[in-house]
């Protein structure tokens, strides 16, 4: 175990199968996934298209209600959790996807600031200065004011980065955040994530195909076919 890393486990998987549709048109997605991830570890989920890396990503980040088996995070368990309690597992989660989603009409530091909404306790004030912060952090400190659609694709990613990262969440869920990039504007993405997850403190699941990136992993998990086929330590697999 690398010496950044908690004992502690913030992602508790045991027998958990999922299917999409009912009746005959009823399809299973998960079989039998068996998974623990450390406060703290920075995991890749690799694996084709169809495998199942992004249901069970969705899964983990209570964006949909897992069905079968045991899904706790961060002590919680999300297997048959109403939506409100879903509702209150996300407000710890940050999310990073592939097509950055930010708001066309909203500025880099308003798109930041969305990532503070659900937190009441923070003053205007302070949700302005801790998302300036996190844009000067991701080194776009210049490009507050600036629009989506008058940043490049790496900036728009960091900007999705800043918003996912400037609540302070515990577990970062990222879904191919650097399959729109170049090599060099994904190796910064995954870098800057990398940096600010471990000063923060927090678990980072990622899901990729990118192989280019693989090196930033404690460990890579393998799906195939709806099923959890490997586990390994990156310095295992090295």
Do not use: W
Request: aromatic share 2%; charged share 20%.
């Amino acid at each position: 175990m690398l010496p950044s890393q908690s004992s502690e486990i913030a992602i508790s998987i045991h027998n958990l199968n999922h299917h999409f549709g009912k009746g005959q048109l009823q399809k299973q997605v998960l079989f039998e996934i068996n998974l623990d991830i450390n406060v703290g570890e920075i995991v890749i989920m690799t694996g084709p298209s169809g495998s199942g890396k992004t249901t069970l990503l969705t899964l983990v980040g209570g964006l949909r209600s897992a069905q079968i088996g045991s899904l706790e995070v961060l002590g919680k368990e999300l297997c048959g959790a109403s939506s409100q309690q879903l509702t209150l597992a996300r407000r710890s989660n940050g999310y990073i996807f592939q097509a950055h989603n930010l708001h066309s009409s909203l500025t880099a530091l308003q798109n930041v600031k969305m990532g503070l909404e659900l937190h009441p306790q923070l003053s205007l004030p302070e949700i302005q200065k801790r998302s300036a912060q996190m844009l000067e952090h991701v080194g776009l400190g210049d490009r507050l004011n600036y629009y989506p659609d008058d940043l490049s694709g790496g900036q728009k990613q960091r900007v999705a980065i800043a918003r996912a990262l400037v609540s302070h969440p515990k577990i970062v869920l990222a879904d191919e955040p650097t399959a729109a990039l170049d090599s060099k504007s994904g190796r910064d993405v995954v870098n800057l994530m990398q940096t600010l997850a471990k000063e923060q403190g927090c678990t980072i699941l990622l899901v990729t195909h990118d192989n280019r990136i693989l090196d930033v992993a404690d460990r890579i998990v393998q799906m195939e076919d709806g099923k959890l086929t490997s586990n390994a330590l990156l310095s295992a697999v090295a």
